[in-house]
């Protein structure tokens, strides 16, 4: 069964703190891994896709790395405004979860200024 | 307009009436998906509807009932619900196959009373 384990369930950082959000994942078959970011009462915002091991993408203070088992949400000098809830998904092949997007239960960040 | 638009954003219910949640997706996308998100859970995939057809999570309850009349608009109807179906309903669209996060719409906050 395709599973998502998002660590940790809060983390409270001062702003400038670095820090990293963790996801482990089971899946047959990954076809893609997701971040994204949503903050109270709105839906999920995309914020990267990674398709294998090995793959790094950036946008702006946020980093995320992939390896075969998990993957990583840095977070450089974190601000404020970066205080949300950080989801993670994995699409599997059709075989497993049938395509369709398996979440974990989310980090959420508080950063204080 | 553009992106993912659902409506109501608040909803309150009793369990006796009968209402239903819209859906709809200006991007061109042909599947088209309603997730559950409770406290401290993951979001629940409840329904996907992908070039047309169907394909559920057999554990919902038959009180939701989806309907999605073209590939721009997905309904969601509600009725006789219980205390513990309160939750943000998103409503969410892809492109089926091909490996890209989903956009999500801001949701519907139900309450049943």
């Known amino acids: 069964e395709d599973q998502v384990t998002q660590s940790p369930e809060a983390l409270r950082l001062q702003e400038g703190e670095s820090s990293s959000l963790n996801c482990s994942y089971t899946v047959s078959g990954l076809r893609g891994l997701f971040w994204y970011r949503q903050d109270p009462g709105k839906g999920p915002e995309f914020l990267f896709t990674l398709y294998s091991a090995g793959e790094e993408k950036e946008k702006e203070r946020l980093k995320a790395t992939l390896t075969k088992k998990e993957s990583f949400l840095h977070i450089t000098a974190p601000k404020p405004e970066d205080s949300a809830t950080y989801l993670c998904?994995?699409?599997?092949?059709?075989?497993?979860?049938?395509?369709?997007?398996?979440f974990g239960k989310g980090t959420k960040l508080s950063v204080k200024p | 307009e553009t992106g993912v638009t659902q409506t109501p954003r608040h909803l309150v219910m009793g369990m006796t009436n009968k209402k239903s949640l819209k859906c709809e997706q200006h991007?061109?996308?042909?599947?088209m998906y309603w997730y559950k998100q409770s406290a401290k859970k993951p979001l629940e995939l409840m329904f996907v509807?992908?070039?047309?057809?169907?394909?559920e999570n057999n554990s919902v309850p038959s009180r939701f009932s989806p309907e999605c009349p073209n590939s721009s608009h997905l309904f969601l109807h509600l009725h006789t619900l219980q205390p513990e179906d309160s939750a943000l309903y998103l409503c969410?669209?892809?492109?089926?196959?091909?490996?890209?996060?989903?956009?999500f719409g801001s949701g519907t906050r139900l309450t049943v009373v």
């Open positions: 969410a669209s892809s492109q089926r196959g091909v490996t890209r996060g989903y956009t």
């Open positions: 991007l061109g996308h042909n599947a």
């Open positions: 998904a994995v699409q599997g092949g059709y075989g497993g979860s049938q395509g369709n997007l398996i």
């Open positions: 509807y992908s070039l047309e057809e169907r394909v």
